[in-house]
């Protein structure tokens, strides 16, 4: 098949990471070039600087205009499927369908802004009609799509791949592996509320909270509770570094933890809190406790019973088997080449040629 993906930012990506919508076209498409498919992806261009022209057998377009390029290549290779990401390159799938009318158009929806524009709210109703898939990575934006706006997307989790360069040592930030807990917030307010909990213990173990830079922590803050260590620049590698190689993790925001950092603690067999919110759940599954925000008291209960464990280093096998099971992309690629082939043909074998065995 020949298969075509636009809407992404960069390609390769660079780091561990990388944005999430890069992150599965680079694994999809290596996965695909590596069966044998032919694989195009078309971005935009950093400033005046094109990318490479080939990597690992997939073909990259790089350049200041990707739409007028994504539709001239379109009229030239007629590929089978094209996999769309992003609002942009969906705004145009009726122009796209009239040029190629029988390539199969799948878009994959990452989330929905908090106010969906006039503009925005045609691009879903042409898209509920001329796309032939319409994927989502998240359960709660699959019922909100299909309650809201009417459109029965598919359910298609992201995959998660192992890291491919050695993890950064905790002794380089003066850190002992498993005795150290990390917390994912992005709220001072969050923030205060984990410290005094995890000051009732009196332990000299850090909290090392990892916390976007945007996030304000004072300074009165970090001398009132002195076990705090707040890392705010730091980089993919090094978060990732961080998470699986700590004594468990917890979770203290509203919903905006990306996938990818809890299923780096579950790869790691991670003991993990987190609050109750949909994406959580279904990502986490049984393999974590769940808590309400501001919750005091069982928070205190949860890290009671994770700083028993401190010393015996328990690993999660829940969350390591549903990690590799249900989140490698080794599970998700034939999903994805499920929605591809909507309009292409299953071969039919010619059993009246086989010769008969004697």
């Given at each position: 098949?020949?298969?075509?993906?636009?809407?992404?930012?960069?390609?390769?990506?660079?780091?561990?990471?990388?944005?999430?919508?890069?992150?599965?076209v680079q694994a999809l498409a290596e996965s695909l070039s590596d069966s044998g498919h032919t694989v195009t992806a078309?971005?935009?261009?950093?400033?005046?600087?094109?990318?490479?022209?080939?990597?690992?057998?997939?073909?990259?377009?790089?350049?200041?205009?990707?739409?007028?390029?994504?539709?001239?290549?379109?009229?030239?290779?007629?590929?089978?499927?094209?996999?769309?990401?992003?609002?942009?390159?969906?705004?145009?799938?009726?122009?796209?369908?009239?040029?190629?009318?029988?390539?199969?158009?799948?878009?994959?929806?990452?989330?929905?802004?908090?106010?969906?524009?006039?503009?925005?709210?045609?691009?879903?109703?042409?898209?509920?009609?001329?796309?032939?898939?319409?994927?989502?990575?998240?359960?709660?934006?699959?019922?909100?799509?299909?309650?809201?706006?009417?459109?029965?997307?598919?359910?298609?989790?992201?995959?998660?791949?192992?890291?491919?360069?050695?993890?950064?040592?905790?002794?380089?930030?003066?850190?002992?592996?498993?005795?150290y807990v990390v917390a994912l917030t992005d709220s001072p307010e969050h923030i205060r509320w984990l410290a005094k909990a995890y000051r009732h213990f009196k332990?000299?173990?850090?909290?090392?909270?990892?916390?976007?830079?945007?996030?304000?922590?004072?300074?009165?803050?970090?001398?009132?509770?002195?076990?705090?260590?707040?890392?705010?620049?730091?980089?993919?590698?090094?978060?990732?570094?961080?998470?699986?190689?700590?004594?468990?993790?917890?979770?203290?925001?509203?919903?905006?933890?990306?996938?990818?950092?809890?299923?780096?603690?579950?790869?790691?067999?991670?003991?993990?809190?987190?609050?109750?919110?949909?994406?959580?759940?279904?990502?986490?599954?049984?393999?974590?406790?769940?808590?309400?925000?501001?919750?005091?008291?069982?928070?205190?209960?949860?890290?009671?019973?994770?700083?028993?464990?401190?010393?015996?280093?328990?690993?999660?096998?829940?969350?390591?088997?549903?990690?590799?099971?249900?989140?490698?992309?080794?599970?998700?690629?034939?999903?994805?080449?499920?929605?591809?082939?909507?309009?292409?043909?299953?071969?039919?074998?010619?059993?009246?040629?086989?010769?008969?065995?004697?």
């Open positions: 098949m020949k298969i075509t993906f636009v809407g992404q930012e960069n390609f390769p990506v660079l780091g561990i990471y990388g944005h999430q919508r890069q992150g599965r078309i971005f935009s261009a950093a400033k005046h600087k094109r990318a490479l022209n080939r990597y690992k057998g997939i073909r990259l377009i790089s350049r200041r205009l990707p739409l007028f390029y994504f539709l001239r290549h379109l009229w030239r290779k007629q590929p089978d499927a094209v996999h769309m990401h992003g609002w942009k390159f969906a705004g145009l799938v009726w122009l796209a369908a009239l040029i190629s009318p029988l390539t199969t158009f799948v878009w994959t929806i990452d989330d929905l802004p908090n106010h969906i524009s006039v503009l925005k709210w045609f691009i879903l109703l042409q898209a509920k009609y001329v796309c032939d898939v319409i994927t989502t990575p998240q359960r709660s934006l699959q019922y909100l799509l299909l309650h809201d706006y009417g459109i029965a997307a598919t359910y298609i989790p992201d995959g998660y791949a192992p890291a491919p360069i050695p993890l950064i040592l905790p002794r380089t930030l003066g850190l002992r592996k498993n005795q332990t000299r173990k850090p909290l090392v909270v990892l916390t976007p830079s945007s996030t304000e922590v004072s300074g009165r803050l970090l001398k009132n509770y002195p076990f705090i260590r707040v890392i705010q620049q730091h980089g993919e590698r090094l978060e990732r570094s961080l998470i699986q190689q700590a004594a468990f993790v917890i979770v203290a925001d509203t919903g905006h933890t990306p996938t990818d950092r809890l299923l780096a603690a579950m790869d790691a067999g991670k003991l993990v809190i987190a609050p109750p919110y949909p994406l959580y759940e279904e990502v986490l599954g049984v393999s974590a406790q769940f808590i309400e925000l501001g919750d005091s008291q069982e928070l205190i209960h949860m890290l009671e019973v994770f700083m028993r464990l401190l010393h015996t280093r328990v690993v999660n096998l829940r969350a390591m088997l549903r990690a590799h099971n249900h989140f490698t992309w080794e599970r998700v690629v034939p999903d994805y080449l499920t929605a591809y082939r909507c309009r292409v043909a299953e071969p039919v074998a010619l059993d009246s040629i086989v010769p008969i065995a004697r």
